[in-house]
């Protein structure tokens, strides 16, 4: 079975530092794809990040960059530079081959970005 | 050049009733899911369709009937609706080709309160 596990319900950062969020996960499938999504309070869901398993660098997307860790089954989102428009909450996907490519979610972390 | 549309963004309705929420995506994807996001945001997948085939259908009360006219539309009709239906739905659109895990783009959200 497939589990994400984000340990932080809730986030503080300064404006301008950067923050790190985890993400644990649980599969036996060799090959899966990691995501991070931030859902602002106006509800939307909107894609950040994805890294595959076979991935040999950790993806960077802009101020966004995802701290890979295979052997620890790991894969934290590291906001730079955080702005007041990066409070929301983060959560961590997770898809592999089996089910049907079935996406479990984290339960999210909530970020307050402090001015 | 809206990408993933859905129909209605709020939904209130008495127990009892039956209703429907539409979803549309123009991006070409091939897959269609709908979650559901309970009052704790916990976010959960209930059915998945690709190609007009469903390939996932989580543990959902019957009441719950996803239909996919084509590719590009998946529809959500629940009958005799419940208390515990009350959250908010989102539709969401992904590819699914070969063994790249693509990211999924989100509707906005359909926020039903039952009565």
């Known amino acids: 079975a497939q589990k994400i596990t984000q340990t932080q319900p809730g986030m503080f950062v300064q404006e301008k530092e950067a923050v790190t969020l985890d993400c644990t996960y649980d599969?036996?499938?060799?090959?899966?794809?990691l995501f991070w999504y931030k859902q602002p309070s106006s509800g939307e869901m909107i894609f950040l990040i994805y890294q595959g398993s076979y991935d040999q660098q950790n993806a960077t997307e802009g101020r966004y960059s995802l701290n890979f860790q295979k052997a620890r089954k790991s894969a934290n989102l590291v906001i730079s530079a955080s702005q007041l428009g990066d409070s929301a909450m983060y959560f961590c996907?997770?898809?592999?081959?089996?089910?049907?490519?079935?996406?479990?979610f984290g339960d999210g972390t909530t970020l307050t970005v402090k001015p | 050049d809206t990408a993933v549309s859905q129909t209605p963004k709020y939904l209130v309705t008495q127990m009892g009733n039956d209703k429907s929420i539409k979803c549309e995506q123009n991006?070409?994807?091939?897959?269609m899911y709908w979650y559901k996001q309970d009052s704790k945001k916990f976010l959960k997948i209930m059915f998945s369709?690709?190609?007009?085939?469903?390939?996932i259908n989580e543990t959902v009360p019957n009441r719950f009937s996803p239909k996919s006219p084509d590719k590009a539309h998946l529809n959500l009709h629940i009958n005799s609706l419940e208390l515990g239906d009350s959250a908010v739905y989102f539709c969401?659109?992904?590819?699914?080709?070969?063994?790249?895990?693509?990211?999924?783009?989100f509707g906005p959200g359909t926020r039903l309160t039952v009565t």
């Open positions: 969401a659109s992904s590819l699914r080709r070969g063994h790249r895990f693509y990211e999924q783009y």
């Open positions: 991006l070409g994807h091939d897959t």
């Open positions: 599969t036996s499938d060799p090959s899966y794809g």
């Open positions: 996907a997770m898809r592999t081959n089996t089910n049907a490519g079935k996406s479990t």
């Open positions: 369709y690709n190609n007009k085939e469903l390939i």
